[in-house]
């Protein structure tokens, strides 16, 4: 299968400050990959250097086959901090962009035309970006990323500071690029955004990558083994059950988090439950990318730093 | 190189089609030519004619001399025209433009006995025009320390005043002259100084007219061009650098072309911001030179080779404004950074009496090969010098001056390489130095 980032051992430092730490990527093309991981993890720092803006220390780094720089023309790219002219106009700063992308000729105006109609962005083109809301200047600059039907697409953190129709608006276009067969990498420290949209998942923390797996395969392998029961009478003794070790408290929702002991067969368990006591329903509980990337902190930091994790990406 | 280009595209037109250029480097220029055709006809329009009547106490000798000046002498205006060179009042543009001058009618009246304060008052209401008191002793002796008194109206033109005031005075001494027997006219004549003709024998023989005004006017007047033209585009790199970095803009451009491709077309881009400026400043230099038919003071070879000295000039202060630029984030932070950088340009233009006195010098040619003081400090000799500048001496440091070019532009490559995703505290001249290193 054809590779469209192939990162061999990469690190890089700023100063004393490990960015990256020997990094092994392998995307193949037509996935969509979420690049995850908390804020300074080192998510845009690999990205930088897979855009080769800035270079890395060691390893190397080959993108559709080449470098970035000479592939840029068939890379869309959104970085992390935004960035417009305030003063020049949306119609002319897309057009710019993708002038520079290699988009010439008189089609390129209905192209920009047809696009902002598609963003929802259509009587922008004759204003000046300082006009635009920070919401609609972002939505601009994701258009100049894909406006030249790229290849390979780069979104770093692409749905920080979109309303939740504008980022369902921009999550569906990225689908729609997807099933149109381009590569996509996204990086996001919000990581249930992540768990909707991608095939595959590469989390980092530290600049060193801890999970790179479909992300199926990932859930699997990091079972929980934990059952999800919402009994109509809230006082019940669920370590009666045989294969239950441990019981959670009642949420809001009436539900209770039931832990099984390694060696319990959740379908036992859960036949068992249903057949005693009266329930309003009962599931094996899907761990979350969140619930996966504290478990990986967990193990290899601490419960203590896990949980600072986990509250840093729940307030996130 | 088409990259390159669309960034100097973006780079040109979003600084030179700007209401804020469009003043400063076209209306302006236009503005100083029309100067040039406009003002000298208004001066006309200030020459009003002096009309009326000078009240004069004194002896009969000074009033009819007085009278006599008055009838002959030319208007105010007039008299500053003629004073002007020959190269300009003999060219017929100029010459139309000054030879329009108006005539005054004034008649003197003696006064026999009368006091001052009556006169002011007299003088105040218009009566007469001046009171003029030349006491005797004034014309009998050159020692005399009574002194001659003009009495005018608050308001009286300054030209009128010294019109009045010069005749009164000459009044005096042609009264003085013909007291000793002598005759004004003759003795005027016979002082007037003769205009000299500075003529420079060259080493092959040949004599060539000394032009004190070309050597006094030119190299001003190319500095003035190299330092408007290139320091301005030179301060618009510098800013649109700043802008592009402050506002983040950057890191989607370098994901479509290279910090090199970027770092060309802003360079590109500004060297024909650059080439505007220059072209209207010099075309306004043009104007004022054929207005004043002084086009002949300044040679094709020196016009080419001052563009030589401007491209090299402008790539100079180019490559230190935009690397000043992508290393801060702030304009403010390029300040410090740009210090040291402006002494550096301010060395010629210190050294510009000694370079122009002696453009053979050993300073003039020391400082002819150290970059980037080449290209002020050559367009000064060549300006100043009263011989040509020797071939080698020119093309030696086109030579060194290209060579420095090209080094700055590769230290300002790798400057701009680092500099650019840098934010925070901006960069000293050490860590200047490291980057290029790094770069």
Redesign the interface.
């Known amino acids: 299968m054809t590779l469209a980032i192939e990162l061999q051992d990469v690190s890089k430092s700023f100063g004393d400050t490990k960015a990256v730490q020997h990094l092994d990527l392998e995307i193949t093309q037509g996935l969509i990959c979420g690049f995850l991981g908390p804020n300074g993890a080192g998510k845009s720092t690999t990205i930088?250097m897979i855009?080769?803006?800035?270079h890395a220390d060691s390893g190397s780094i080959n993108v559709l086959g080449t470098t970035a720089?000479a592939a840029?023309?068939r890379?869309g790219?959104l970085?992390e901090?935004?960035?417009?002219?305030?003063?020049?106009k949306v119609g002319r700063f897309i057009k710019?962009?993708a002038?520079?992308?290699?988009m010439r000729g008189s089609s390129l105006h209905k192209t920009i035309d047809d696009w902002l109609e598609r963003i929802e962005l259509p009587d922008v083109r004759n204003k000046k970006c300082e006009e635009l809301s920070k919401g609609m200047q972002q939505k601009v600059?994701f258009l100049?990323?894909i406006i030249h039907e790229p290849e390979l697409i780069i979104l770093d953190e692409p749905f920080t500071g979109l309303d939740p129709v504008n980022t369902k608006l921009i999550g569906d276009i990225i689908n729609e690029l997807h099933h149109k067969g381009n590569t996509i990498l996204f990086s996001t420290h919000v990581l249930p955004q992540a768990e909707e949209i991608c095939d595959r998942i590469v989390m980092i923390d530290n600049g060193l990558k801890v999970i790179d797996d479909q992300i199926d395969t990932v859930r699997e392998q990091f079972n929980p083994n934990i059952v999800q029961v919402v009994p109509l009478h809230p006082n019940v003794d669920f370590l009666q059950f045989e294969g239950v070790m441990n019981q959670g408290t009642v949420n809001k929702d009436g539900e209770i988090n039931l832990y099984l002991k390694d060696d319990a067969c959740q379908a036992d368990v859960i036949g068992n439950i249903a057949s005693t006591i009266p329930i309003r329903g009962i599931q094996v509980l899907q761990p979350t990318l969140t619930d996966i990337f504290i478990h990986q902190i967990a193990e290899r930091e601490g419960s203590e730093t896990a949980e600072k994790t986990r509250e840093h990406l729940t307030n996130a | 190189m088409r990259k390159t280009l669309t960034v100097a595209w973006r780079e040109f037109r979003d600084t030179a089609m700007t209401k804020a250029f469009l003043f400063g480097a076209i209306v302006m220029p236009i503005f100083t030519i029309g100067l040039f055709i406009i003002v000298i006809p208004l001066l006309q329009t200030e020459d009003e004619p002096l009309d009326g009547t000078v009240a004069v106490f004194a002896s009969d000798d000074v009033v009819t001399e007085l009278q006599l000046l008055l009838i002959e002498s030319k208007s105010p205006l007039q008299e500053q025209l003629e004073q002007l060179p020959e190269i300009v009042t003999q060219d017929p543009i100029a010459k139309a433009l000054l030879t329009q001058t108006t005539k005054s009618t004034i008649t003197v009246e003696s006064i026999d006995e009368t006091t001052a304060n009556e006169m002011k008052s007299l003088v105040l209401d218009g009566t007469y025009l001046a009171y003029i008191n030349v006491p005797d002793s004034l014309v009998q002796s050159v020692d005399s320390e009574q002194e001659l008194t003009v009495f005018i109206p608050n308001d009286f033109a300054n030209d009128h005043t010294n019109f009045i005031t010069r005749n009164a005075e000459n009044a005096v001494v042609n009264a003085r002259l013909k007291r000793q027997g002598h005759d004004p006219t003759t003795v005027r004549a016979l002082l007037k100084r003769p205009n000299a003709t500075t003529m420079r024998v060259q080493e092959d023989g040949e004599l060539a007219k000394d032009n004190e005004i070309a050597r006094a006017i030119l190299p001003i007047a190319f500095i003035m061009l190299l330092w408007i033209a290139a320091f301005t585009s030179g301060n618009y790199l510098l800013t649109t650098t700043i802008e592009e970095k402050s506002n983040k803009v950057i890191e989607v451009l370098l994901s479509a072309i290279s910090p090199m491709q970027l770092l060309g077309g802003k360079i590109i881009g500004q060297a024909g911001v650059s080439a505007v400026i220059l072209g209207m400043y010099g075309s306004a230099a043009i104007a004022g030179l054929v207005t004043f038919a002084l086009m002949d003071i300044v040679t094709f070879s020196q016009l080419g080779l001052f563009l030589v000295y401007f491209i090299m000039g402008y790539f100079m202060i180019a490559t230190m404004m935009v690397a000043v630029g992508s290393a801060v984030s702030e304009l403010s932070d390029a300040q410090s950074l740009m210090g040291p950088m402006m002494l550096l340009f301010l060395v010629p233009m210190m050294l510009w009496p000694v370079i122009s006195q002696h453009p053979y010098g050993s300073v003039a040619i020391t400082t002819s090969y150290i970059p980037p003081l080449i290209p002020f400090v050559m367009i000064i000799r060549m300006a100043s010098a009263t011989e040509p500048i020797m071939m080698w001496e020119i093309l030696l440091s086109i030579g060194v001056g290209y060579i420095a070019v090209l080094c700055m532009v590769w230290m300002c490559a790798r400057i701009f390489r680092i500099g650019i995703l840098m934010q925070g505290k901006p960069p000293n001249i050490l860590q200047l130095a490291k980057w290029i290193r790094q770069g």
Do not use: T
């Not at chain 1, 855009?51 to 800035?54: G, P, T």
């Not at chain 1, 901090?81 to 020049?88: F, I």
């Open positions: 930088r855009m080769s803006i800035i720089l840029k023309d890379i790219y970085p901090e935004r960035g417009v002219y305030r003063k020049m710019y962009i002038n520079l992308k290699g600059q100049a990323a």
